[in-house]
């Protein structure tokens, strides 16, 4: 999935979170939102999102937010459920990660005093094939599959390129990641707009 793509990439090496955490949280909640957006579960309709499929997709988060956004009655768009998912979803991840195998969360003391939690990958290889494959799609002459197209553009909005350890200057490798973002559909380019919006809107509070 998407939201654990980009849990992954969101931390170095040492399981280090290397945005800040209402810059996660925009992200991760816009990466189930587009996961949905993919998997045909929902859709952007008149600039609302609506539910187009209430199957179950065994996801705990993503199903609570498929049922919340049927129970809506406003018409309500991406921007408004990226701010609203994004409250506790980076927590959620990490839980749901770490109970999964996914990564390993252990605490630390930043200046010996005060607790941070860390996400490593239990396999390393994770977040080494996740990183290989953004590469391939910024060098690759051929259009990227519709979950990396929305991983790089995700990637970009959380300003997360230095993660991708390229020897490429930082503007031109943003300019890549939008690039390769552009395939995305009209839908999943609104999610990450939003995404966007509600990071700088956080980041003038």
């Known amino acids: 999935m ?4 980009l849990f992954l990439l969101a931390h170095d090496d040492d ?3 290397i945005v800040s955490e209402p810059m996660i949280g925009a992200g991760l909640a816009g990466a189930m ?7 045909g579960q929902v859709a952007v309709v008149d600039g609302r999102l609506d539910v187009v499929d209430p199957t179950q997709t065994g996801d705990p988060e993503a199903d609570a937010t498929v049922g919340a956004i049927a129970a809506n009655t406003d018409p309500t768009g991406p921007r408004a459920w990226v701010s609203w998912i994004s409250d506790g979803i980076y927590e959620r991840t990490g839980t749901a990660l770490a109970a999964a195998g996914v990564v390993v969360r252990t605490t630390v003391r930043r200046l010996g005093l005060l607790p941070v939690l860390r996400y490593q990958p239990a396999n390393s ?5 996740l990183r290989a494959r953004l590469r391939f799609g910024v060098h690759s002459a051929e259009p990227p599959d519709p979950q990396t197209a929305a991983l790089a553009g995700l990637v970009a909005a959380l300003r997360l390129h230095q993660s991708l350890l390229l020897s490429m200057p930082p503007e031109q ?3 890549e990641l939008d690039l390769l973002a552009g395939g995305n559909s009209t839908t999943v380019r609104q999610v990450i707009r939003a995404v966007d919006g509600v990071i700088t809107a956080a980041a003038y509070r």
Do not use: I, N, P
């Open 125 to 129: 290889d994770d977040l080494v094939r």
């Open 33 to 39: 939102l587009v996961d949905l957006l993919l998997g």
């Open 15 to 17: 399981g280090r979170l």
């Open 2 to 5: 998407l939201r654990d793509d």
């Open 173 to 175: 490798l943003l300019a």
